[in-house]
């Protein structure tokens, strides 16, 4: 091989090692990005079951201040005909 051969060699060599530094470099920063990716979609979880127990909370409290009022029964009437229409179903399903 000729001293010019050997110079490229060498480069191709380095090369080749850089870029499998590169490469474990990359995959060390997948595992960690994997890793970030699975906390933020179980924090996503738990917050979409958090908002969901205030929405329920908000409906209970909405239904209960207008029972508790005088003037305006038509929520309230309609939530408990939606509860009773429900519970009418499970009855039904439960007689089958």
């Not at 480069?11 to 960690?32: C, P, R, S």
């Not at 229409?85 to 439960?94: G, H, N, V």
Request: with cysteine.
């Amino acid at each position: 091989m000729t001293e010019s051969e050997n110079i490229l060699l060498k480069d191709i060599q380095q090369n080749v090692q850089k870029a499998m530094g590169m490469v474990n470099t990359l995959k060390l920063e997948k595992k960690e990005l994997e890793f970030e990716k699975s906390k933020l979609l179980d924090e996503i979880e738990r917050l979409k079951e958090e908002n969901e127990m205030i929405q329920r909370k908000y409906d209970n409290l909405k239904l209960a201040k207008s029972l508790i009022e005088d003037g305006d029964n038509v929520d309230a009437k309609l939530k408990i005909n939606k509860i009773v229409r429900e519970i009418d179903k499970c009855i039904a399903l439960l007689n089958r």
